[in-house]
């Protein structure tokens, strides 16, 4: 499956850190981890779980997000749409049921315009002739 580029990533957290004006031990604890982990994280010697990725993303105050495609978690999609669906993931006030409702939505609506090209369009070229919205019933 997906391999983890932790070594991009640790460098990339690296950056993240020093732009944020942190200092590893500031970061580790803001984060909730120890700082040994969080320096093999950045050497490159530890593959973080996602949820302490978001953790340290919650911390640099980044999107999670950014973090996953660092990782190779995710795959990089175009940056309106990384921003609308990290908008989504992070909002507090929402279920993680209504976020992926919501989500779901938003592709569909993506599919319809035919923006998302890396998404799987068999069902959007079946369904191109029709200009209305599918009812469901």
């Known amino acids: 499956m997906a391999s983890l580029n932790v070594g991009n990533l640790g460098e990339f957290l690296r950056e993240q850190r020093r732009t ?7 970061l580790a604890d803001a984060a909730g981890v120890s700082n040994p ?3 093999q994280i950045e050497r490159g010697l530890r593959k973080p779980s ?5 953790q340290l993303a919650k911390a640099l105050r980044i999107s999670a997000e950014t973090l996953y495609v660092q990782a190779g978690i995710l795959d990089e999609r175009s940056p309106e749409a990384a921003g609308t669906r990290s908008v989504i993931l992070a909002d507090p006030s929402l279920s993680e049921r209504q976020k ?4 779901q939505i938003y592709e569909s609506f993506r599919k319809e315009n035919g923006l998302d090209d890396d998404t799987d369009t068999d069902t959007a070229a079946d369904d191109s002739d029709a200009d209305h919205p599918q009812a469901s019933n």
């Open 100 to 103: 992926q409702v919501l989500l």
């Open 50 to 54: 996602v949820d302490i990725l978001q």
């Open 20 to 26: 944020a004006q942190l200092s590893l031990r500031q």
């Open 37 to 39: 982990y969080l320096s």
